[in-house]
C-alpha cells in the first residue's frame, strides 16, 4: 500500500515535471513549422476540420475517402518504402527527400509525393475564408500576373489542362519570384524532377478522386468551385516563411 502510494506520487510529480517541460518552448517551434510547412511529417496528421466542413464546394464523402484511403494509402506507401531504401525519418526530413527524389524508387517518388501534397492540400482549405490574399503576397501576385483574376485564370488553365491526374501549383521560385505550374501524377515543384522547381504555396489536386463523386467529369466546374474555400491567410503566411529562408 505504501509502496504503491509512494509510486503514485513519484510518478505524479514526474509527469507533473515533464507536462511544464512540454509546455515551454518545443511546441511552439514544432507548431508553427506544422502550420507554415506542413507535409513535413512522414505521418498522416489529422484533418484540420470535419469531413462537412468544406461543402457545399467538396462533399463530405469525397473528404472521407479521400482522407482515410488515399491520402492515408500515400502516408502507409511512403512508410514501407522507407524501410526498403533505407531512409533513417529521423535524420532526413521529407522535404530533403524529395529534394532529391530522383536517387530512389518510382514507388518512393509517387508516395512521398503523395504524402507531402495531401498534407498541405488539407491546411490551404478552409471553411470561412478570405476571398482573395492581402498584404506581400497580394503585391506579388499582381506584379507576376497583371491582377488577382489574371492569375486565377493561369491557375485555372494549369489545372484544366494538366492531362490525367495530377496538381496545380503556385509556388515561390529559388529567386524569390512567383510561378504557375502543373506536375503530373504525385509530383510536385519540391522535387529534383520538375520542370518548374520551388516552394509550393497553393496547390490544387486534379485527380479524379478529387472531384469525381460530385463534378463527375466536370473538372472546370470544380476548380471554379474550389477558389470558395482558399485559406489565404494560412498561404500568405507560407509566403513570408518561404521568403525568409
Ligand atoms: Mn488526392
Known amino acids: 500500500m505504501k509502496n504503491s502510494t509512494q509510486n503514485r506520487r513519484q510518478f505524479l510529480t514526474e509527469t507533473g515535471k515533464a507536462g511544464i517541460a512540454l509546455a515551454t ?42 482522407y482515410t484511403k488515399h491520402a492515408a494509402t500515400y502516408a502507409k506507401n511512403l512508410a514501407d518504402a522507407c524501410v526498403a531504401e533505407k531512409v533513417d525519418t529521423s535524420t532526413t526530413s521529407l522535404i530533403a527527400l524529395l529534394k532529391t527524389v530522383s536517387k530512389y524508387t518510382p514507388k518512393m517518388r509517387n508516395n512521398a509525393g503523395g504524402h507531402y501534397n495531401h498534407e498541405l492540400f488539407w491546411q490551404l482549405m478552409k471553411p470561412s475564408p478570405s476571398v482573395a490574399p492581402t498584404g ?21 488553365e494549369a ?3 494538366r492531362f490525367g491526374s495530377g496538381w496545380a501549383w503556385l ?32 496547390g490544387l489536386d486534379v485527380w479524379e478522386h478529387a472531384y469525381y463523386l460530385k463534378y463527375q467529369n466536370k ?19 507560407r509566403y513570408a516563411e518561404a521568403l525568409s529562408k
Open 25 to 66: 518552448m518545443p511546441l511552439v517551434t514544432k507548431m508553427s513549422s506544422r502550420i507554415f510547412f506542413a507535409g513535413s511529417d512522414y505521418t498522416q496528421q489529422p484533418l484540420p476540420y470535419a469531413y462537412t466542413a468544406l461543402e457545399p464546394y467538396i462533399d463530405a464523402m469525397t473528404m472521407e475517402i479521400h
Open 136 to 156: 506581400p503576397l497580394a503585391d506579388a501576385i499582381q506584379k507576376t500576373f497583371g491582377s488577382f483574376a489574371d492569375f486565377q485564370k493561369a491557375f485555372g
Open 159 to 161: 489545372a484544366k489542362t
Open 171 to 202: 509556388l515561390v521560385k529559388t529567386d524569390g519570384s512567383l510561378a504557375v505550374s502543373s506536375t503530373p501524377n504525385q509530383d510536385n515543384p519540391l522535387m529534383d524532377v520538375a520542370e518548374v522547381q520551388g516552394t509550393p504555396l497553393l
Open 219 to 237: 473538372r472546370p466546374d470544380y476548380i471554379n468551385a474550389w477558389w470558395n474555400i482558399v485559406n489565404w491567410e494560412w498561404v500568405q503566411k
